[in-house]
């Protein structure tokens, strides 16, 4: 055993971060990144922190009632009432910690409007505010007497004893080994069990695959977002996100013939829910025969743009599209999970000891589509709640004792094949995008299952590509499990 602490957190975005940032000094801590601190999806999140700041101009029952109408009803309530409620105190927490929100000119954050809102709530750091977020907590959390930081570790295996948790970390080539009494999964989303994704390359549902492995609660995982606009390059799986706010500020969507046609399939047009808007544009596309569709916002003056997109507007040009000149080319892909590990109004799961918060848990505030520039406020309120009651628990328990450790799998065996994951990504991106194929539900999780199989039976060297091969395996075959019982 190289360590034991009072907690370790797996995963270093926005909702490890802030829940690491949120324990007394007496509580110790270990932070678990699986790559560079920075490299995170909360770091690529463009649009912004949905919060109401001004109960003048807007209303805590406004934004829960834009959340719940873009979930379908199909929210948590009480989860709902809680990340609204409890959001702006957090985002005002993070801002005196140093993160750098767009200001106006009496220094009140500039808010903008996205599509799903009835009002202009949205704060930012021009189209750059995860990074903003991130950058900002990783400063705060280095300040941090009792927080140790591992960095380009993997976890590559979780054991539950009676009072906590035993785990086993690949870092250098080299096999860690840590205790602590409660554990926090961060880890994410899952957007690498598709072939086209915003997310980074560590999405890969790592925590979801392991809190299943230990007999966690897994709900909804079938609830994956699907990002109406992003960039439609076609030699990466990565790509770069044409933020929401981008059709805030007056982007118009454009079909092959540069037409208009959003309205057609909802009243709202261009600022319906992201589900909404990636369905009429799928629709759309069978309708013409095409895929080629563009986002429009060269009506607007160029330095503004420029002023309010600068990420976005070096990323288009690196591309070579203008976007004050030229319409960008747009077509959905995968870029969020609403489902995830199931937890309570506490962030804890079914399984004593462990938490869950950010992208991998679900804490039901999505229901069935997440509203735009939730995702930071729900990994921000959620992860400071399973801190505080961590914190009650080990002022109620103390430290206790693990128990036996477990006998160590040897790292070493057979390299795994080539083609395990890029075959999952290809099933999943067939039978269940944007227009599901029920038809190939049953063969497509067949197949994944058999993949399964072969991963858990044969020894394989403990690798970041086994890992992450089984993650996704068993990631897909959740959701593959899920739609076709009809359990969505």
């Given at each position: ?129 995860g ?8 400063a ?9 930081i ?20 690949l ?116 309708k ?61 799961t ?57 006998a160590?799998r ?16 290809e ?18 999780y ?36 899920e739609?076709?019982?009809g359990?969505?």
């Amino acid at each position: 055993m190289d360590k034991l602490y009072d907690v370790v957190i797996v995963g270093t975005g926005a909702a490890g971060l802030y829940a690491a940032i949120n324990f007394p000094s007496d509580v110790s801590v270990l932070l678990i990144s699986k790559r560079e601190l920075p490299l995170s999806n909360s770091s690529l999140a463009q649009g912004g922190v949905a919060c109401v700041l001004d109960t003048v101009r807007d209303a805590y029952k406004l934004h829960i009632s834009d959340t719940l109408i873009a979930g379908k009803y199909k929210n948590t309530l009480a989860a709902v009432e809680k990340l609204v409620k409890e959001g702006p105190a957090d985002v005002l927490r993070i801002q005196q910690l140093g993160v750098d929100f767009d200001l106006n000119p009496d220094g009140t954050m500039k808010k903008t409007l996205e599509a799903g809102h009835s009002r202009n709530r949205i704060v930012h750091h021009k189209d750059s505010t995860g990074k903003a977020i991130v950058d900002g907590l990783i400063a705060a959390v280095r300040e941090l007497p009792n927080v140790d930081i591992i960095e380009n570790a993997l976890l590559y295996s979780i054991h539950k004893t009676l009072n906590g948790f035993y785990l086993s970390v690949l870092r250098d080539g080299a096999p860690l080994y840590f205790g602590c009494n409660y554990c926090i999964f961060a880890t994410g989303g899952i957007g690498r069990v598709y072939k086209y994704t915003t997310n980074s390359a560590i999405a890969t549902g790592d925590g979801i695959a392991f809190a299943h492995m230990l007999g966690a609660k897994i709900r909804n995982l079938s609830r994956v977002q699907f990002h109406p606009t992003a960039f439609a390059a076609d030699k990466d799986r990565e790509r770069f996100l044409i933020s929401e706010a981008v059709r805030g500020e007056g982007a118009v969507l454009l079909n092959c013939k540069g037409e208009r046609f959003a309205f057609d399939y909802d009243k709202r047009g261009e600022l319906a829910p992201r589900d909404v808007v990636s369905n009429a544009i799928a629709r759309e596309a069978i309708k013409t025969g095409s895929e080629d569709f563009y986002l429009d916002i060269t009506h607007k003056p160029a330095d503004f743009v420029r002023e309010r997109f600068p990420m976005i507007y070096a990323r288009c040009l690196e591309e070579g599209v203008d976007i004050t000149k030229d319409r960008i080319p747009v077509f959905p892909c995968q870029h969020y999970l609403m489902g995830g590990i199931d937890v309570d109004l506490n962030s804890r799961t079914s399984i004593d000891g462990l938490y869950a918060a950010g992208e991998c848990s679900h804490t039901g505030v999505h229901g069935a589509n997440r509203l735009a520039s939730n995702s930071l406020l729900e990994a921000l309120v959620f992860s400071r709640t399973a801190a505080e009651d961590i914190t009650r628990m080990l002022k109620k328990y103390g430290r206790r004792p693990l128990g036996l450790e477990p006998a160590h799998r040897p790292i070493t065996g057979r390299e795994i094949p080539h083609g395990f994951r890029s075959r999952i990504r290809e099933i999943l991106q067939d039978a269940y995008f944007v227009l599901p194929k029920p038809e190939k539900y049953e063969e497509s999780y067949r197949e994944i299952e058999e993949i399964i199989k072969q991963l858990f039976s044969e020894n394989f060297a403990i690798s970041s590509d086994f890992v992450e091969a089984k993650s996704i395996a068993v990631t897909a075959s959740i959701i593959l499990e899920e739609v076709r019982e009809g359990n969505t």
